[in-house]
Every structure is written in C-alpha cells, then in structure tokens.
C-alpha cells in the first residue's frame, strides 16, 4: 500500500505525504466498509506516511438523525476501526465535529466551489431523486465539505471506494480553482487511492447491488458485530447460481453474485481473482462456501468480539476521540489561518 502512495504521478513533491479518509458514522459497520476502507487504512498506517482517520458526522446529519444514536454510532465506529487494527498511537483517530476547522474551510470551498458542479455529483442525484425540493442543502453541498475534510489537513493521499471518486475529482476542481483564483500553490492536488480485490464488496442477495446497512434485509450483509454462527450462516444463504466456478476471471462475467463472493475470498485471502479461481476453478459452491466461511469467520469474528469489548467502556472511547481532535487541530488550524489570510480576513 505504501508503493500505491509513493509511486504515483506526484504533482504534490513540495507537500509532506499525508493520507486522510472518513467513513459516516451513520450505523451498522458492514464488510463492505471492511474490505472498501477500513483495511486499508490499517495497511497505510503501516506505511510511514502520517495517516488521519475521521468518523464524519458533521456529514451524517445531512439526514435528519436519532441524536442518541448518532452519539452511539460514532463509538461503535471509532470501536470498528481499532478492533480492525487502527492504532490511535499510529494515526490520528477523531469525529469530525470536534476539529471546527472542517466547517469553517468547508464555507470558503462553498464560495470556491460552483453550484453546477454540484448538481452534477451522481450520489446527489441519486440520494436527492425527485425530492431535490426538500432535501437538505447540507446534502446538497456535502462534496464541498469532504474538500474541505481533506484539504484542512493538506491531504496527499486518499483510499477511497469507487463511488467516492467523482467526489475527490471536485476535491481536486476545488484545490485547483483556490489556487487558481488567489495566485498561490497553497492546496494540494490530493491522488485517490483505489484497489484491490473487493473495494466494492456487493449484496449477498443481490450481486448487481452494493452491500449497504440500509438495505432492508440484513440477509443482504455481513455486520462488523456479527458473530461467527451468524457470518455463516449469512454466507451458506448467499445468493449463488447453479454452475461451477470458473478457472479463469473472464469465465465470471455474466454472474454477479459469483464474482462478488469470489471477490469477497480474494480480498480476505489477499490473493488476486485469479489465484482464486486457479485454484477453486470447477468446484460447486457447495464446496467453496464452506471454505469462504472458514476464511471469513477467522478473519471477522475477533473484530465483532473486540468492537464489543471497547463498547463497553464508552468513556475511553470519548477519551481517545478527543485525544485525536486535539492532535488533528494542531495541524488544522495553522492551515486555515493562512487560507483565512489568502483570502484577506483580517485576523488579531
């Protein structure tokens, strides 16, 4: 993962390597966010390079959200990433609303940042459909924000799904255009980080659908909370088809919930589609379910134990979270004060 960063086209070289990402504190950690994020996170702390990680929920009330919850679902969060391997003595481990410098870069990007760029991001079309009218224009104007998440920590470096890409391309617009319009090389030009087998792990029930907590059916996905009788049986259930696994990747095409459950093994295995399929190629998936079940309870089964271990001492949770709030404003501030003096605020 280090090589992924380092080796990239780097129009940043007068910027210190920095990996920033955040996941929505919105609920029900799934393997999709496992496999998509989280694991990667942990192999970029690895690194070297500083690495910050934010649970966003300045983004999560976009929608309107259960305030007990939303506190309960921001520990849950930040106890699924150190369960997963996140250190808080490696990265910086914090919620996004205790760091104000994300909002208040957030509104200079808002003035940056132009309404037709916005109407054109996919997820708001998506989430907004045909009640553009009374959604929130918090979601409306959510990329600016995720610019600003990044940007206020001059972020080089972001591991993101594929349905987050088009939101770095406006992080980059926005970089562009600040720069641009003040005569300055102040933002960096952050890179996406995409790869591997599984960034985009799909439903159990539905293989041309992305895995996704809201889906009605828990059926559907694979919690971060659930436990090894419950991963299996979620696994035997998957939806499959009626032929042998292909020995080559090509041979997958046409079969959505066989490539996400091949996808699933590679990912966990941390082997390539086609070392899977070389060696599982002609088995029934009455023959390698049981093996992707053995694979995935061993893998996920001690994170649902830890994440339940740290849940219950909330408290300590709270403590971490400020701990990172305090290390991400050290070196939040000093860049939003010298965008403020970019942009000609007065300040004492």
Same mark, same amino acid.
């Not at 106890?79 to 919620?95: E, V, Y």
């Not at 159990?204 to 828990?218: E, H, Q, T, V, Y």
């Not at 992707?292 to 994440?307: F, H, K, R």
């Given at each position: 993962?280090?090589?992924?960063?380092?080796?990239?086209?780097?129009?940043?070289?007068? @910027?210190?390597?920095?990996?920033?990402?955040?996941?929505?504190?919105?609920?029900?950690?799934?393997?999709?966010?496992? !496999?998509?994020?989280?694991?990667?996170?942990?192999?970029?702390?690895?690194?070297?390079?500083?690495?910050?990680?934010? &649970?966003?929920?300045?983004?999560?009330? *976009?929608? $309107?959200?259960?305030?007990?919850?939303?506190?309960?679902?921001?520990?849950?969060?930040?106890?699924?990433?150190?369960?997963?391997?996140?250190d808080p003595k490696k990265s910086i481990l914090?919620?996004?609303?205790?760091?104000?410098?994300?909002?208040?870069?957030? $509104?200079? @990007?808002?003035?940056?940042?132009?309404?037709? $760029?916005?109407?054109?991001?996919?997820? $708001?079309?998506?989430?907004?459909?045909?009640?553009?009218?009374?959604?929130?224009?918090?979601?409306?104007?959510?990329?600016?924000?995720?610019?600003?998440?990044?940007?206020?920590?001059?972020? *080089?470096?972001?591991?993101? +799904?594929?349905?987050?890409?088009?939101?770095?391309?406006?992080?980059? /617009?926005?970089?562009?255009?600040?720069?641009?319009?003040?005569?300055?090389?102040?933002?960096?030009?952050?890179?996406?980080?995409?790869?591997?087998?599984?960034?985009?792990?799909?439903?159990?029930?539905?293989?041309?659908?992305?895995?996704?907590?809201?889906?009605?059916?828990?059926?559907?996905?694979?919690?971060? *909370?659930? +436990?090894?009788?419950?991963?299996?049986?979620?696994?035997?259930?998957?939806?499959? /088809?009626?032929?042998?696994?292909?020995?080559?990747?090509?041979?997958?095409?046409?079969?959505?919930?066989?490539?996400?459950?091949?996808?699933?093994?590679?990912?966990?295995?941390?082997?390539?589609?086609?070392?899977?399929?070389?060696?599982?190629?002609?088995?029934?998936?009455?023959?390698?379910?049981?093996? !992707?079940?053995?694979?995935?309870?061993?893998?996920?089964?001690?994170?649902?134990?830890? &994440?339940?271990?740290?849940?219950?001492?909330?408290?300590?949770?709270?403590?971490?979270?400020?701990?990172?709030?305090?290390?991400?404003?050290?070196?939040?501030?000093?860049?939003?004060?010298?965008?403020?003096?970019?942009?000609?605020?007065?300040?004492?």
């Amino acid at each position: 993962m280090s090589d992924a960063v380092q080796t990239q086209s780097n129009p940043n070289a007068a @910027f210190k390597p920095r990996v920033f990402s955040g996941i929505q504190p919105s609920g029900g950690l799934t393997l999709g966010n496992y !496999l998509g994020a989280i694991r990667r996170f942990v192999e970029m702390q690895e690194s070297g390079i500083e690495t910050l990680y934010c &649970m966003v929920d300045l983004h999560a009330i *976009t929608v $309107w959200q259960d305030p007990e919850k939303l506190r309960h679902n921001t520990r849950e969060l930040a106890a699924g990433f150190m369960a997963a391997g996140l250190d808080p003595k490696k990265s910086i481990l914090f919620n996004q609303s205790q760091v104000p410098e994300h909002a208040q870069l957030g $509104w200079v @990007f808002n003035c940056v940042a132009r309404m037709g $760029w916005m109407g054109r991001m996919t997820q $708001w079309k998506d989430k907004a459909g045909k009640n553009a009218e009374q959604a929130s224009l918090g979601l409306f104007a959510y990329p600016s924000l995720m610019a600003a998440d990044i940007l206020i920590y001059h972020a *080089t470096h972001v591991p993101v +799904g594929e349905d987050q890409k088009q939101h770095l391309e406006l992080t980059r /617009d926005i970089a562009t255009k600040f720069n641009h319009d003040y005569g300055v090389d102040f933002f960096p030009i952050t890179e996406p980080v995409i790869e591997g087998a599984a960034t985009r792990v799909m439903s159990l029930r539905d293989g041309s659908k992305k895995m996704s907590k809201s889906d009605p059916s828990d059926m559907s996905r694979i919690n971060m *909370t659930d +436990g090894a009788e419950d991963i299996a049986k979620k696994i035997r259930k998957a939806k499959t /088809d009626p032929e042998a696994l292909p020995s080559d990747a090509k041979g997958l095409e046409g079969r959505p919930e066989a490539r996400n459950l091949v996808n699933i093994y590679a990912a966990l295995s941390n082997q390539s589609v086609e070392k899977v399929l070389a060696d599982v190629g002609g088995k029934q998936f009455s023959e390698f379910k049981p093996m !992707l079940i053995d694979l995935a309870v061993s893998e996920l089964a001690p994170i649902s134990t830890e &994440m339940s271990r740290l849940m219950n001492d909330p408290a300590e949770i709270d403590r971490m979270l400020g701990l990172g709030a305090q290390n991400a404003r050290a070196i939040a501030a000093p860049i939003l004060e010298k965008t403020y003096e970019i942009v000609g605020m007065i300040r004492s």
